[in-house]
């Protein structure tokens, strides 16, 4: 009789199991809490589960519950290329590597540490002899969703950026509190990039907070599923940021009108008077790619169409602009007013966000001059068939008109009060996916545009999150105040949101609220709008008291906010560095270009393009516009003169008057109300004058 010989059978499939494609599920060795699968570590004990999976060359990617079940949800993070997992296990310890970072796992606890490929640690799970649980912490909140507290060590000199858009004063984030929520002028992105050495993703859209304290770091979850976040390490800021961007996408390339002037204001009545702007800028014979026209244009909230009576031909409109070669930027709401015409069609689908408990309200706007009260609930735009629907309404009343770009204005949502979870959305309870809300509000316009086949799709919106980027949004830091403390905020902000995969980004020049009739105000919007001349996005919006009431209209206007309504020498400064955004604009586009490949930020910190200068990781407002330009914009009213620092590594010329200095020393530079210091190297060449 013939016999088996099994160990000719079993060997090459083993093999196979471990070289095949996928594989993750393949069971190959157990030990103590330790299984290894074909392509993943698993460990369990004590009522926790946790994997450790590739995700894509370099990078680990960690999600764990007590529910004893693990999602495949990505949220927004792409799916990166199938490698190959090292994966050695026993009874004490299991060893997970793959490329340049490997994952050290202690049996006994599941603690993790993570290091890079020259064994250096990049991060450690904390750890409390008297708390076992110490750095993963569940708190059921029923069925299989937690509040979540995940803890590594922190070492004193680490230095972190990135997590999206805070006006709290800080470049480096060390010692700061990050609220995980979207709100107007914050913007969570949970990318975390450290100075030593590695990026992080933490990849969840509920609720929470992020704690950055000298002797630990928390990331915080008020109601989720899971732990899931991704780490990957990088040699200096550049590859983690071109990493994240791999993981997150990277935006489209810039068309080249965008790289122009944009005219806006808090806001024009009509269509007459938008266009008597329009042609005031081209009879001075001075730039402006976009003018915008901002909310309640329309009839009632929710109607998403022009008020006949006020803008009574929208397609003419926007013909007259094109041919004077500006674009129409238009507001959008995802807001309906009971009163609207589309709010039964919305609510009896269940296309809203829904209150858990009371009515559908969410958000009322007091206008006391005009005596009325708006109010609103929110398309629930993470609900495929409400996006449709709601692009359809858009399509209608100002696609086919010829309006092509956007104002995603309201895009958190803002909500009022705050009570996450008191809201209901398609994906879930308010804690648990409201960050996400802004992703799906660009994703309804951009992918509306491209079906109908439009390029060069650039809207503005007001919030954002992971992988925005790859839908041609803008994103602006919102309803600022008009005070140097706000620039100077700006301006750290700004540099934190560029690292987060995010190249478009813009401020209201002059803040949002403002005063034109100060002698002080105007100081600070000179010194603005120098500073918005070397941003991705010169867009000058606000509104500027003293504010007036129109007749027939339920919202007034603030003052008017062109570069010829601050008087004479303002004027001639505006007209200036108009001139110098014309000049700077192919720079622009080169560099943009180069962010849509590998997201390589245009405005980025000094750290960005000179990591070996440690005297970069403490420099907070100056920042690089592109490899060649050096920016220290003037941060203080009635200054004569400020310190600036020259990185180390290259000889820096004074763009305005031609001085050359050697790098690594800090200088004293007078200012005068007319320029804002410039520097470039690598022989560029430019003049401020």
Partial sequence: MKTFNFRKILIPALVFLLLMPGGTDAQIKKAGPFTQFANRLQWQNEGELFWIDAFGPDALRFRSSKSLHITDENWNLLTPPEVRLEIMINETKAVVKNGKIRAEIEANNGRITYFNEDDKILLREAYHKHHAHFARQFKSMGSDHFEIKLTFEAKKDEHLYGMGQY???????????????????????????????????WNNPAIGRAEFSMTHTSFFAEY?????????????????????????????????FATGFWQSKLRYSSQEELLSVAREYKKRNLPVSVIAADFYHWPTSGDWKFNKEFWPDPEGMVKELDSMGIKLLVSIWPTLNIKSENYNEFIQNNYTIRPELGNNVLLSIIYKQAQAIDNLTFVDVTNPDARDLFWSKVKKNYFDNGVRMFWLDEAEPEIDPLDYDNLRYYLGNGREVSCIYPYYLAKTFYEGQAKEHQTDIVNL???????????????????????????????????????????????DIGGFYGYSESTEYRELLIRWFQYATFTPIMRLHGIRYPYYSIDGQIVGTGSPNEVWSYGEEAFKIFSHYLT????????????????????????????????????????????MFGPDILVAPVIEAKAVSRKIYLPKGAVWKDALKGKTYKGGQTIEYHVDIENIPVFTRNDFVFKLN
């Fill in 167 to 201: 006006p709290n004063d800080c470049l480096d984030l060390k010692g700061s509190v990050l609220e995980l929520a979207q709100k107007n002028t914050q913007i969570s992105i949970p990318f975390l990039l450290s100075s030593k050495g590695y990026g992080f993703i």
């Fill in 224 to 256: 989720a599923r899971q732990i899931d976040y991704v780490i990957f390490p990088g040699d200096t800021p550049a590859q983690l940021v071109k990493h994240y961007c791999r993981l997150t996408g990277t935006a489209p390339a810039i068309p080249e």
């Fill in 461 to 507: 919106i007001r919030s954002g999150w992971i992988g925005i980027q790859r839908f041609g949004t803008v994103l602006w830091s919102g309803d600022i105040f008009g005070t140097f403390e706000s620039l100077r905020q700006q301006i750290k902000a700004g540099l934190n949101i560029s690292l987060c995969g995010i190249p478009w980004w813009s401020t």
């Fill in 580 to 623: 110098v955004r014309e000049k700077l604009r192919p720079y622009i586009k080169k560099h943009m270009d180069i962010a849509s490949k590998d997201g390589t930020p245009v405005m980025r910190p000094l750290f960005y393009d000179f990591p070996q200068d440690s005297l970069c990781y403490s420099v907070e407002d100056q920042f």
